[in-house]
């Protein structure tokens, strides 16, 4: 066993900051840090991800707080200032534009977009805005021509750029004695984005009027177009941007070695965007993984007011809703809808797009070719896997036996090459039989430029032994690789081998097989229940006096299906056939 390290560690709540070479490589909070930190040590961890940090620790810090709210807060905030290596840590994102107005001596106005560029240090930020933030930026720029430039106010240039030539700034490059002009600008254009109009419009009036009997005629001309300008079209802009974002609908799934986040942006009843975020889990340490990535979101993302949760989140609700109020310092409200109402149904419209988001992730063509490549390494394939075929058969009993083909083509559906087919051999369930007339049908007379890289079969070995045996009887044993998905375990069977090959659940390669199949049987039921609706209605027409095969066929060709001959009116019916005909087809089915 290994020990704690020699340091007197506290039984206060606080943070845990886990070092390897000075550099902080995990953030923790605790109740009790003694407790916490000594857990790391003095047992064995069944965990790897645990088992590898606790390898490369060399020494630990800590900070005491007064609560454990004021620990996971801190947490927070040092988990976004250090980006250790083993904490969940949403990287890179885009989110709402931002203001930022520089610490500087000449400070400058810019727009930040990601979320690492969100560093407080740097000066004041002010939004978020979901549209019009560009606009802005460069309305009040040109407004009190403040820089929005990179050049270095500690220098002294020779010549201003083009801009201030363009009337678009005042050239703090090279004009330093302009220091308490510009200051006073970039004051006002703070008090403009906290929403404080108001206060600078009657400034801007006061100093008109001012310069006016002054008789500094041009000094007023410039207080009074500043004074229009806020008044049309600032005014209206920063108050709409200031009624913050009422609600966000949080929605999120883990699946492996990922959690996935999907959140909806509602405002005023609108939905104004969309963030989505994939954060791979692997090598990551966490107390409450849902938990912890909802705290890392909102540690870079504006807390709204209301926020949606599934059930998920619920047994949460009591210390993430602590956590926010004193973040935010404004009261957030959580909602967990169970029954119809219009919160249930963007949380509904949230997981949806959580659903979509997901498979587009797995659908990025850098995600795809590697589930491609490795499909092609691991199963140590003749032939890399571009185009693939799978088979699945659908009946019930035997009867309106069909078989479908689902055809993925780079990882990808590929619709327009799918085929259906009418089992005609059998009417009674002989799965074997039916899979040779489809085998027989497919690839009997199909050129061999035009076979599939994969031939994949939904079952096991029996079943892919089986479809080995058709394709060798017919001469086109070899052509393509034979594959079978097991569906109890997910097991991948090879042809001529009897060991499965086991993928990883979250392997895209896996995926990319999983995907193929699901739409083949999808692809069939749907084909299935199609003709057994078909003949159960079309029997149902043979019962009725008066309609025989011609009045039959005349129906099916007015109204293209049988379901259409159902939901047709009686107006519509009336049409084709007599009035008693229709009114018993009404009836009848």
């Not at 840090?33 to 020494?59: A, C, G, M, P, W």
């Not at 419209?349 to 997901?358: E, P, V, W, Y």
């Not at 690789?481 to 090879?494: F, G, H, P, T, W």
């Not at 293209?560 to 009114?583: C, D, F, M, R, Y």
Request: hydrophobic share 35%.
């Amino acid at each position: 066993m290994i020990t704690v390290f020699n340091k007197d560690i506290p039984d206060n709540p606080g943070v845990y900051l886990m070092k390897n070479k000075s550099k902080i490589i995990y953030v923790g909070k605790a109740k009790n840090l003694s407790n916490r930190v000594n857990s790391y040590f003095n047992r064995e961890h069944q965990n790897e991800k645990t088992k590898e940090l606790v390898k490369h620790i060399d020494d630990i810090d800590f900070i005491i707080c007064t609560s454990e709210i004021d620990a996971l807060i801190l947490e927070n905030n040092l988990i976004k200032k250090y980006s250790p290596k083993y904490n969940i840590n949403l990287k890179d994102e885009k989110t709402y534009p931002y203001i930022l107005i520089t610490d500087e001596k000449f400070p400058k106005i810019s727009i930040v977009r990601t979320t690492r560029k969100l560093n407080q240090n740097l000066g004041d930020y002010f939004g978020p805005f979901p549209f019009g933030a560009w606009n802005l930026k460069n309305t009040l720029s040109k407004l009190y021509k403040v820089r929005d430039c990179n050049r270095d106010m500690e220098k002294i240039y020779s010549r201003p750029c083009l801009k201030f030539y363009m009337k678009l700034c005042s050239a703090p490059c090279k004009y330093k004695n302009i220091f308490i002009e510009y200051n006073v600008g970039i004051s006002d254009i703070k008090e403009i984005l906290k929403g404080n109009t108001t206060t600078v419009i009657e400034k801007l009036e006061k100093n008109m009027n001012e310069s006016a009997k002054n008789m500094e005629f041009e000094k007023a001309i410039l207080f009074r177009e500043q004074k229009k300008e806020i008044e049309t079209n600032i005014q209206k802009q920063i108050s709409e941007a200031n009624s913050s974002i009422d609600e966000d609908v949080f929605t999120l799934l883990i699946e492996d070695n990922k959690i996935f986040l999907c959140i909806l942006n509602i405002r005023e009843g609108k939905i104004l965007g969309k963030n989505f975020h994939s954060i791979n889990l692997e090598n990551k340490i966490y107390d409450n993984i849902i938990e912890d990535t909802i705290m890392s979101y909102y540690s870079k993302y504006p807390i709204p007011k209301n926020i949606i949760f599934d059930d998920s989140v619920e047994l949460l609700k009591e210390n993430i809703n602590h956590i926010f109020e004193a973040i935010s310092k404004h009261k957030v409200s959580l909602f967990f809808p169970k029954i119809k109402s219009r919160r249930r149904d963007v949380l509904e419209m949230g997981l949806l797009n959580l659903k979509k988001d997901i498979e587009n992730f797995y659908n990025k063509k850098s995600v795809v070719e590697k589930g491609l490549s490795d499909l092609y390494t691991k199963l140590n394939l003749k032939r890399f896997p571009f185009k693939i075929e799978c088979f699945d058969i659908s009946n019930i009993s035997g009867k309106d036996a069909v078989a479908s083909m689902s055809v993925s083509v780079e990882g990808k559906k590929a619709k327009k090459f799918y085929r259906k087919f009418k089992i005609t051999s059998k009417d009674t369930p002989d799965d074997f039989a039916m899979m040779r007339e489809v085998i027989e049908r497919r690839y009997s007379k199909l050129p061999l430029e035009e076979f599939p890289d994969i031939i994949l079969i939904d079952g096991g070995l029996g079943q892919i032994n089986a479809v080995g045996e058709i394709l060798e009887d017919i001469g086109k044993g070899g052509v393509s690789e034979l594959l079978s998905i097991a569906k109890k375990e997910e097991e991948i069977y090879k042809f001529t081998e009897n060991t499965p090959y086991i993928f990883s659940k979250s392997d895209e390669a896996l995926k990319i097989l999983q995907r193929v199949r699901d739409e083949a049987h999808r692809f069939g039921v749907t084909y299935h229940r199609l003709l057994r609706n078909k003949r159960v209605i079309s029997s149902q027409l043979d019962t009725i006096p008066g309609i025989g095969p011609k009045r039959k066929e005349i129906l099916l060709k007015t109204f293209g299906s049988v379901k259409q001959i159902q939901n047709a009116t009686l107006e519509e019916l009336e049409k084709v056939i007599p009035k008693h005909l229709a009114l018993k087809i009404k009836e009848m089915i």
